[in-house]
């Protein structure tokens, strides 16, 4: 089975800039969700879809980042304009949450990531 | 105050030692709990679900206890594999839910 796809896996941009990241996640996974890592802590939630609405988006800072999940399936998550501070990895995840006839065990399943770099 | 926090470490240990981590978390509503591996410069992976009567991977034991609002990791006979760093995380009412991760704790297990 194919695990949760993400690209570009590393960006390198300047400060100002935009950039923006893909993630397809697998396949019959309801619920997607986009991390920040920043070095040396632990992911923090940005976005969380359940088919294509959003469950959670208390911490994505809507004034330079989007998120959308067209028809359900993969997502694009968006930054514009680019700060020092975003240099970091973002990491898109899946789960059975929500997924009809299947039994949800609760566990995430994450993509390799993207790391972006802010210059 | 955090929704979930570990004591990020470093923990040192010699190699067939026992090591012990905890986790508290705010909200008194959070449903499911999770020990999760992450590896140097790689994503996070599954390590085991934390169930409300404690359970037993090998040499991974769980522990859950609601009143004190924690959960524990154990491991013991550490083996130099081991070295990584352990993130908790909770699900927390939001809609339906929302999957919180700690800081994590980094391991080292030295030779």
């Known amino acids: 089975e194919a695990g949760v796809a993400q690209s570009p896996r590393y960006k390198i941009i300047e400060k100002r800039q935009s950039v923006a990241f893909w993630c397809n996640p697998i396949s019959g996974h309801a619920t997607l969700y986009w991390y920040q890592q920043i070095l040396g802590q632990g992911p923090k939630l940005l976005i969380q879809f359940q088919n294509n609405g959003v469950v959670d988006d208390s911490q994505l800072p809507k004034d330079r980042f989007s998120a959308e999940r067209l028809k359900g399936v993969d997502s694009t998550l968006k930054i514009q304009p680019a700060k020092l501070e975003d240099s970091a990895v973002y990491l898109c995840?899946?789960?059975?949450?929500?997924?009809?006839?299947?039994?949800?065990?609760?566990?995430?399943?994450f993509g390799e990531g993207s790391r972006l770099t802010v210059l | 105050r955090k929704e979930v926090e570990q004591d990020p470490g470093p923990f040192n240990v010699p190699e067939g030692a026992t090591v012990a981590f905890n986790c508290t978390y705010s909200?008194?509503?959070?449903?499911?709990f999770f020990w999760y591996r992450q590896d140097c410069r790689k994503e996070p992976k599954l390590l085991m679900s934390v169930y409300s009567s404690g359970n037993e991977d090998g040499r991974f034991t769980a522990q859950l206890n609601r009143a004190s609002q924690y959960i524990s990791l154990l491991i013991r006979d550490s083996k130099l594999s081991d070295s990584a760093t352990y993130l908790c995380a909770v699900t927390v009412p939001s809609g339906t839910y929302k999957y919180i991760f700690g800081t994590g704790t980094r391991l080292k297990v030295l030779a």
């Open positions: 909200n008194s509503a959070s449903q499911s």
């Open positions: 995840a899946s789960s059975l949450e929500g997924t009809s006839g299947l039994t949800n065990t609760g566990e995430l399943f």
